[in-house]
C-alpha cells in the first residue's frame, strides 16, 4: 500500500522568502512518480511539479523545486522567493506501478506582505 | 489544449434526484479519474479508467454511484438517488505521465 504524510497542516511565510513544504512517502513500488499540486480558494487543482523515481535530478519548474531524497523516502516541495498568491493548499501525491494515485491531506500555505 | 473539461461547474438538486456530471479529458491522456472532495474525507478517488476500461472503482461509496467512459473523450458521473451526504467538489482528472485536473463540480444536496 502507498502513503503519503504532510505533517504540516499550516505554514506562514514572510513575502519573497523561500518555503519549505514537506511530504514523506511509503511504497513498495520499485518505480514511482511524486507529484505536487497546489489548491487555491477558488478550488481548482493546479499542477505544479513532478519527480519520478528514477529521475538523477530534482524536479525544477520555475520557483518550484522538488527537494527529492529517496533514501529518506522524502519529497518536499521548496517554493523561492514567496508571493502573496502563493497562498493556497498543497497537496503531494504519488502513483506507483497500479497508477492509481495516492494524495497526502495538504498544508496550508500562508503568505504574509 | 483547454485541459480538462467539466460541466455543470455547480448543482444544487433535491434529495432523491439523479445527478450526472460530466467530463472531457485531455486529448491523448489515455487514463481518467473521478475524486471525490470534502473537508471532512479529503480528496478521495471514486474510479480509475485506462483506455475507456474501469480499472478499479473501489472507491466507489455505494451502488448509487456508477461511472461510465463510452470514449475516449467523454465519461459520466451519476449519482441515483442523491443524497445530502454526497455534497462535495468531484473532481475529473485525466492523464498521459502528469495528472491534470478539471475545474470540479461543486454538487449540493438539500
Known amino acids: 500500500a502507498q502513503k503519503i504524510t504532510q505533517t504540516q497542516p499550516g505554514m506562514f511565510v514572510q513575502e519573497k522568502e523561500a518555503v519549505t513544504l514537506d511530504c514523506t512517502y511509503d511504497?513498495?513500488?520499485?518505480?514511482?512518480?511524486l507529484f505536487w499540486y497546489k489548491q487555491p480558494s477558488s478550488g481548482e487543482m493546479i499542477f505544479l511539479i513532478y519527480q519520478g523515481s528514477y529521475d538523477q535530478q530534482n524536479a525544477t519548474e520555475g520557483r518550484y523545486s522538488l527537494n527529492f531524497q529517496k533514501a529518506r523516502k522524502s519529497a518536499n516541495l521548496v517554493i523561492s522567493a514567496s508571493q502573496l498568491g502563493d497562498s493556497a493548499m498543497y497537496f503531494c501525491a504519488m502513483r506507483g506501478v497500479s497508477y492509481i494515485p495516492t494524495f497526502g491531506r495538504g498544508t496550508s500555505l500562508i503568505v504574509h506582505p | 489544449d483547454a485541459g480538462v473539461i467539466q460541466s455543470p461547474r455547480h448543482e444544487v438538486t433535491e434529495m432523491g434526484q439523479e445527478v450526472t456530471l460530466r467530463c472531457k479529458p485531455i486529448?491523448?491522456?489515455?487514463?481518467l479519474f473521478w475524486y471525490r472532495q470534502t473537508m471532512m474525507r479529503g480528496l478521495e478517488l471514486l474510479i480509475y479508467f485506462n483506455n475507456n476500461v474501469p480499472i478499479d472503482d473501489s472507491g466507489m461509496p455505494e451502488d448509487r454511484f456508477s461511472a461510465k467512459m463510452p470514449n475516449a473523450s467523454f465519461s459520466t458521473l451519476k449519482i441515483q438517488p442523491s443524497e445530502p451526504r454526497d455534497s462535495a467538489v468531484y473532481f475529473c482528472?485525466?492523464?498521459?505521465?502528469?495528472?491534470?485536473f478539471g475545474p470540479g463540480t461543486r454538487l449540493t444536496v438539500l
Open positions: 511504497t513498495s513500488d520499485p518505480s514511482y512518480g
Open positions: 486529448s491523448g491522456h489515455n487514463s
Open positions: 482528472a485525466s492523464s498521459a505521465n502528469e495528472q491534470f
